[in-house]
Structure formats: structure tokens, C-alpha cells
């Protein structure tokens, strides 16, 4: 993220309030913008050029090219190292990554076989995700990440093939209803797993702590500029637990809610669609119509999802371990980054 850029003026965190749920969600549509995922090497170079002439004091105001250079930085630089995301792994290409597996999970009829591979590259794509996104004040071993990922596979495949062995044996539903049940097996057995993963890939945040960090105030970010440094310049306060728990819980949820109107929607409207002559003289479409919800929804939801709390956490310094009781910052507070 631009916070990682040389300068000793702070930029605007955001256009918006991030204080207020609206304000998140139209910056997390800024940063999750796919059009970011079109500008190369040299567009991200030029981008950071921009905003450290603004940080040197080059640059007196923000102006709209400025923040399109933000929007492109924060979009594909990780704020803990400042270095790329790769890019299918970046939140700006998640609905695309997301794509193919979620449309191959939801396909109506799957056998056990296709329903495990599925979950399998579900989860693999979930690792990777995570693992890119995640707070880097504590990098995870490979053999943490192994084992991680081996136990959510278990989780989504045994929560898939025994809720798809279960559903035909509910005699005292409908057909209709069993129908649809089927459709919402790979909803439960995504969000139950996806939740898991974030907290197996993370666990390790939870055992040690995060980074914390006092918040600023004015005259604090006055001194600092006088000083030649920087916001990036503060050092941490140490690692705490709690913020941590708080911050893979948070995350953990917030996939969830992204899971559930992807996993739901889309096949309750094809459900719906299947029932028409239409689909039925053209089934054919049945295909590109599920493609198209899927990857409308995701959009659609992305944003609200990932808004449901702040990326720049903030909380007093006193909910934390007695060692941070009295140490926060502006108003006692202290501030981490969650991670996506």
C-alpha cells in the first residue's frame, strides 16, 4: 500500500469516511476495481512516482490523478512489505479467480469425485489468497501452511459429500426442496471451510500476536514530518494476542458473508430458470447464464463484504494485554492491520 512509499508527509488514508460503513465500501470498490489489474509494471511505477512527490512535498495538494495513483498502489502493493501481490491472488482479481471454481462447485448433479475436486481447488485458491493477503508481521512456515491447507480440504470435503449423501434421504421433504437443498450443499461446506482456513493459515498470528501500533494524532504527525520521518517510521508497541484474534476473527467473518450471496444466489435464480420452456428448449445457456450470475454476484458483493469492518483497525489500548494498558495513542487507541 502507498503507507510502504519513502516521504515524510503522510497521504489521505482515504476519499472516503472510512468511520462509516458506506465510506469502506466505496473504498474497498476503489481497491478491488479489476481495471487495476490492467495497469503493468510501468503503470504502477509511474503511480508510486506520483504519490512520493507527494509525500516529499512536491506535490502541495491531492488532485484527481493523485488519487487514481493511490487507488492503483493500494490495489497491488501488500501494506505490511509494500512488494506486489500476485496478481490472481490480489482482492481486484478475486471475483475472477473465483470464477471457474465457484461455477465448477455449483454445477448441478456433481458426483462425489467432481464435488472433491472441486473443494480441492477451492481450497487451494483459498490458501493462496489468504496466505498473500494476511498480516506479514509474522510469515507463516511452509509446513504450517501445509498443514493448514490438508486440514481445510478434510473440513469442505466431508462437510460436501456428507450433506450431498444426507440430502436425498430427507423423504419428508419435496422433491423441490431437496432440489434446492442439493443446490446450497457447496454454500455450507465453502463457508464452514473458508472460516476454518483463515483460521488454520493464521493461527500462528493468534499464538504469537500482531504488530500494534499508536494511533497519531495532528501535532504527533506535525512532529514526525519536523523530525524527517514518517507514519512507517513509528516503531511497534509489541505484538499482542488479542489484536490478533480479533483481527483473524474479523477476517474469518467477513469471508463468510463474501461466500454467502456468491454460493446462495445464483443458484436459487438458476433453479428458478430451469423450471422456465425457455431454458428448457435452450439448455445450452444454462452454462454462460450461471457464469454470469456468479461472477455478477461476486462483484455485487465483494465490496460489502470485505467493508464489513476496517482494514486499519482501531481499538483502546486498555482491551488489550496489561502490557499495552496506558501505552495507546490518540484517545488511548492503537491500531493493526487486519489483513483481508
Known sequence: MSASLPGNRELPE?????????????????????????????????????????????????????????????????????????LPFRMSCFALSNL?????????????????????????????????????????????IAQSYVLAVGASCSVAVGLNSLVPHLKRFSPSTRLILSRLVPFAAVASAGALNVFLMRGEEMRTGIDVFPVLSESDKARLAKEGKAESDVASLGKSKKAATLAVSETAASRVFNSSPIMVVPPLILVRLQRTEWLKKNPRYTLPINLGLILGMSYLALPFALAAFPQRQKISADSLEDEFHGRGGEGGMVAFNRGI
Open 100 to 144: 471457474v471454481v465457484t461455477a465448477g462447485m455449483l454445477t448441478p448433479g456433481l458426483k462425489t469425485t467432481g464435488t472433491v475436486l472441486w473443494q480441492v481447488t477451492n481450497q487451494s485458491l483459498n490458501v493462496a489468497i489468504n496466505y498473500s493477503n494476511a498480516n506479514k508481521s509474522l510469515p507463516l512456515s511452509y509446513s504450517k
Open 14 to 86: 482515504s476519499q472516503y469516511d472510512l468511520s462509516t460503513y458506506w465510506g469502506r465500501v466505496r473504498q474497498t470498490a476503489a481497491i478491488t476495481d479489476p481495471r487495476t489489474l490492467l495497469v503493468g509494471k510501468n503503470g504502477l511505477e509511474e503511480a508510486k512516482k506520483l504519490l512520493v512527490q507527494y509525500k516529499q512535498g512536491e506535490i502541495r495538494d491531492m488532485t484527481p490523478e493523485l488519487w487514481k495513483a493511490k487507488k492503483i498502489v493500494d490495489s497491488t502493493l501488500h501494506p505490511d512489505t509494500g512488494e506486489p501481490v500476485f
